[in-house]
T-cell receptor, first 114, second 110 residues
Framework: DTGVSQDPRHKITKRGQNVTFRCDPI?????LYWYRQTLGQGPEFLTY????????KSRLLSDRFSAERPKGSFSTLEIQRTEQGDSAMYLC????????????FGPGTRLTVT | GQSLEQPSEVTAVEGAIVQINCTYQ??????LSWYQQHDGGAPTFLSY????GLEETGRFSSFLSRSDSYGYLLLQELQMKDSASYFC???????????FGPGTRLSVLP
């Protein structure tokens, strides 16, 4: 257990539905990342927060994806109008400081879109 | 943009030494990191190199050559529990855009 928690751990939804995932980072960490990982691939960067500010968002991320980090604590990732291609593991990671090479990952939320 | 290359699979026996290479192309560079991921688990941090040279942490060592855009992870005295996927990752712009490689699946045989 790294101290980063994610909820839910598993989500099955029908195509076209909206889903929201939550990430609670390590409390003193000011940076929070969302990644997506499919089987046999490395984690793919989605977006990044420093405190409550969303500073970077992958150009590959469609407008159906949105993330928030109110008050610089927990974060939510919402996917609207889900598609089968959204099926993946969604990982959250947190880190501290300007040299945040050491990221702590949560257990992930596995999304299955049917 | 950034891209990283790693071998897809490596196999070794218990007690052996294995080296996993990583080459990268990046518009900026802010260090090379290595992560381990067991099946069904989350990535866990192993090591980080910001400067050229070798960093040693127990049985694991990591090397970086910035002029060659190349690094490697060295695992010594392999144990069965080391069977996992290993990812190199690079960050630019002070680590904000942090990109993982495709991963190397290590299988340790008895």
């Amino acid at each position: 257990d790294t101290g980063v928690s994610q909820d839910p751990r598993h989500k099955i939804t029908k195509r076209g539905q909206n889903v929201t995932f939550r990430c609670d980072p390590i409390s003193e960490h000011n940076r929070l990342y969302w990644y997506r990982q499919t089987l046999g691939q490395g984690p793919e960067f989605l977006t990044y927060f420093q405190n409550e500010a969303q500073l970077e968002k992958s150009r590959l991320l469609s407008d159906r994806f949105s993330a928030e980090r109110p008050k610089g604590s927990f974060s939510t990732l919402e996917i609207q109008r889900t598609e089968q291609g959204d099926s993946a593991m969604y990982l959250c990671a947190s880190s501290w400081g300007t040299s945040d090479n050491e990221k702590y990952f949560g257990p992930g939320t596995r999304l299955t879109v049917t | 943009g950034q891209s990283l290359e790693q071998p897809s699979e490596v196999t070794a026996v218990e007690g052996a030494i294995v080296q996993i290479n990583c080459t990268y192309q990046t518009s900026g560079f802010y260090g090379l990191s290595w992560y381990q991921q067991h099946d069904g688990g989350a990535p866990t941090f192993l090591s980080y190199n910001a400067l050229d040279g070798l960093e040693e942490t127990g049985r694991f060592s990591s090397f970086l050559s910035r002029s060659d855009s190349y690094g490697y992870l060295l695992l010594q005295e392999l144990q069965m529990k080391d069977s996992a996927s290993y990812f190199c990752a690079v960050g630019d712009n002070y680590g904000q855009n942090f990109v993982f490689g495709p991963g190397t699946r290590l299988s340790v045989l008895p």
